[in-house]
Nanobody, 124 residues
């Protein structure tokens, strides 16, 4: 599946952004989806995941729990990440990922396809 992220930008601390990830090439609803991020000099880390089909299950990294919300719209083949109360430490390139073989996945190695990323910069 091909993935394309959008919605990144520069925002002040305490602000909000919504990232989108549009998928094509495979039945979107059959894929578990996730968001990861990578800051300069650091490894790519898990942010949030949502289960395939209706997205009844979700999971979050402790660092974003209560501030970020993952959702999906299967009719639009689109994954979202709503980010509220952003902090400077949220600054990173954000990537969406998909995997057709799992109900939900939280590990980087479980995902098959990745987007190119969108940059989020939070100023203090």
């Amino acid at each position: 599946v091909q993935l394309a992220e959008s919605g990144g930008g520069v925002v002040q601390a305490g602000g909000s952004l919504r990232l989108s990830c549009t998928a094509s090439g495979r039945t979107f609803s059959s894929c578990a989806m996730g968001w990861f991020r990578q800051a300069p000099g650091k490894e790519r880390e898990f942010v949030a995941a949502i289960s395939r089909s209706g997205g009844a299950l979700s999971a979050y990294a402790d660092s974003v729990k209560g501030r970020f919300t993952i959702s999906r719209d299967n009719a639009k083949n689109t994954l979202y990440l709503r980010m509220d109360r952003l902090k400077p430490e949220d600054t990173a390139a954000y990537y969406c990922a998909s995997t057709p073989g799992r109900i939900i996945a939280t590990m980087r190695t479980e995902y098959d396809d990745w987007g190119q990323g969108t940059q989020v910069t939070v100023s203090s």
